[in-house]
């Protein structure tokens, strides 16, 4: 099994990942979907957080060997971010959604110097359009992103097209396709549903409309 299918596996396995097409979830944005993350659960597990914790620093050694500065997004980011600094012993650092508006008005939390190569850790990947925010921050400060790294990314189109324009390769642990064939294996989506649940990774913003 890979490892995309692996870890989508536990992700369902501890509900951090759920499916439900007949019952779609409500976003922020207003969009449905019948697939809902939370990663913040992996952190109530230990043995899926090591894997966690391995995974993201091996993609930073196997695809940004010359990384300087772990920077995680806040707030889901951090806790995954600490976990693979701590293990590459590489310096931390954390980015607010907007800055600080008490004591020296931080945006960027840590120690940042203009320069150093600095790898994104995000939990999840939707549009991208936060995460990319946190890159434009970073990169205004000085730092050089060379990528991001996550736990899972829903694969979105615009999100791929987001990331190339910005010019910022991004690797996760897992993602939709991945869900979709375990779903699939273990049966926890009948056949006829495969197809609406491919059309909304297609056009999510209409789907369910």
Not at 96 to 119: A, D, T, Y
Not at 132 to 137: A, F, G, P, R
């Amino acid at each position: 099994m890979s490892t995309q299918k692996y870890f989508a596996e536990k992700l369902l396995q501890i509900k951090a990942l759920q499916i439900n097409p007949q019952k779609p979830y409500t976003w922020a944005s207003g969009w449905h979907s019948p697939v809902y993350c939370d990663n913040r659960k992996v952190l109530s597990y230990p043995y899926v957080r090591d894997f966690v914790k391995s995974e993201l620093a091996n993609m930073v050694l196997e695809h940004f060997p010359d990384a300087e500065v772990i920077a995680g997004v806040a707030t889901a980011g951090i806790a995954h971010g600490v976990m693979a600094a701590d293990l590459l012993k590489l310096p931390f650092i954390y980015v607010r959604s907007k800055p600080k508006e008490h004591g020296m008005g931080n945006q960027i939390e840590g120690v940042m110097e203009p320069g150093k190569k600095v790898v994104v850790v995000e939990d999840l990947i939707s549009t991208g359009k936060s995460s990319l925010e946190v890159v434009d921050v970073l990169r205004t400060n000085g730092a050089e992103v060379v990528g991001m790294i996550g736990l899972f990314t829903y694969g979105f189109n615009a999100a791929a097209e987001a990331f190339e324009k910005a010019k910022v390769p991004l690797y996760t642990i897992s993602n939709y396709m991945a869900l979709m064939e375990v779903a699939e294996e273990q049966q926890l989506i009948a056949a006829d549903q495969k197809e609406t649940l491919g059309q909304w990774r297609v056009d999510p913003a209409n789907w369910g409309k």
